[in-house]
């Protein structure tokens, strides 16, 4: 009886263990919005970070069409696998010195467990989606939002500058002043940039006081900002 009992007991810790450890892809969805401003899971599309659609299962750093990697993830011989990914998501820096990914990491055990569980569901096609925001010129998020899409109140027709402040005139007919220091000027040649000669506005900044005008390609800024003050 006590070896039965033994036996028993064993066998439910090590269940209990099994099922603790398995992580929820549908949390982990959400969770991975906090990644979603530096890293898409669409295939190819590289964003501040490479594409994370192929991750699980892979060699770290071998994301195909990724340029930016650091000489340190260049030179990491591992698999991105349950005990890799969730070293990595725990400490960066620490699991990887001179990486040039400058998040902190996430400190809870579960939710990284969570977020691991979606980055395998992602590897398999079978991803719940992921929530996101957006609207309005000054609102309008880029998580990477296909721009050649962009509605009439993100879709830039003008860029006057008058000192230090750039008025924007949208094709719905407004316009917004704002600041020089608030505004950046950007280029998407990727599939989901804006159309050549129609640029984008995208907001940025807690306050959404800030904003990115997105152009297909450098040449285009310079021409599509005029000289002119009232």
């Known amino acids: 009886m006590k070896a ?50 192929k991750a699980w299962n ?13 000489d340190a993830m260049k030179q990491l011989d591992a698999k991105w696998d349950d005990r890799t990914l969730d070293k990595w998501l725990a400490a960066p820096g620490s699991f990887l010195p001179g990486t040039s990914m400058s998040f902190p990491g996430i400190k809870d055990a579960k939710a990284r467990r ?14 719940p989606p992921v ?19 962009a509605p009439a109140e993100a879709q830039v027709k003008s860029i006057r500058r008058c000192n230090d402040t750039y008025t924007v005139e949208t094709a719905d007919g407004k316009s917004e002043k704002v600041w020089e220091f608030n505004l950046r000027f950007k280029t998407d040649s990727s599939r989901l940039g804006p159309r050549p000669g129609q640029p984008v506005a995208v907001g940025a900044g807690m306050q959404g006081d800030r904003a990115s005008i997105v152009f297909a390609s450098p040449k285009e800024i310079s021409a599509a900002i005029t000289e002119s003050c009232p």
Not at 13 to 38: M, W
Not at 58 to 70: T, W
Not at 114 to 127: M, Q, S
Request: one cysteine or more; glycine letters at 12%; hydrophobic letters at 40%.
């Open 131 to 149: 929530q996101a925001g957006g609207g309005g010129m000054m609102g309008m998020s880029r998580s990477k939002a296909d721009l050649s899409q």
């Open 4 to 53: 039965l009992l033994i036996i028993a007991l064993t066998f439910t810790t090590s269940a209990y263990a099994q099922s603790n450890t398995q992580g929820d892809a549908k949390r982990g969805a959400q969770l991975f919005r906090a990644c979603a401003a530096c890293h898409s899971v669409a295939p190819g599309e590289h964003m501040t970070g490479p594409s994370l659609a």
């Open 114 to 127: 969570d977020v691991i569980a979606y980055l395998k569901a992602v590897a398999e096609e079978k991803a």
């Open 58 to 70: 892979h060699k770290a750093g071998s994301a195909e069409g990724f340029a930016r990697y650091s």
